[in-house]
């Protein structure tokens, strides 16, 4: 089949969709495994968020002005995780689950099935 037959396939086709589209619809599978590549690239981000929160907690000096309740520590843990959490799963977070998803995809495809 020459090109200018398979471009005239393209175009009496489909045109809202594109071949890689056409294709994830058509395999429910790689459609979940990508929902589960970008579910954890954004967890992986939410993790950095994370740590981050903590460690940039932990350089307030303790002033004596909020007094230590029991399960403090527990709380603002809770917090800084849910903080992160909702950070990286709203608006694309950071933009490193971004990077790391391409990148992923990318390696992903470079690789010979088995």
């Known amino acids: 089949?020459?090109?200018i037959s398979v471009?005239?396939?393209?175009?009496?086709?489909d045109s809202s969709s594109?071949?890689?589209?056409?294709?994830?619809a058509r395999n429910p599978i790689?459609?979940?495994?990508?929902?589960?590549?970008?579910?954890?690239?954004?967890?992986?981000?939410?993790l950095l968020i994370y740590n981050m929160?903590?460690?940039m907690r932990n350089t307030i000096p303790q002033s004596g002005l909020l007094r230590n309740y029991p399960g403090k520590d527990t709380h603002n843990m809770l917090i800084d995780q849910q903080i992160a959490s909702d950070m990286a799963h709203s608006h694309n977070g950071?933009?490193?689950?971004?990077?790391?998803?391409?990148?992923m995809t990318k390696s992903l495809k470079d690789k010979p099935v088995r």
């Open 18 to 24: 594109t071949p890689v589209q056409q294709t994830a």
């Open 1 to 3: 089949m020459s090109e």
């Open 30 to 46: 790689d459609e979940e495994k990508n929902k589960r590549l970008k579910k954890a690239c954004a967890d992986f981000e939410s």
């Open 53 to 55: 929160l903590k460690t």
């Open 94 to 103: 950071l933009g490193l689950q971004k990077i790391l998803y391409d990148q």
């Open 7 to 13: 471009l005239n396939q393209n175009r009496t086709g």
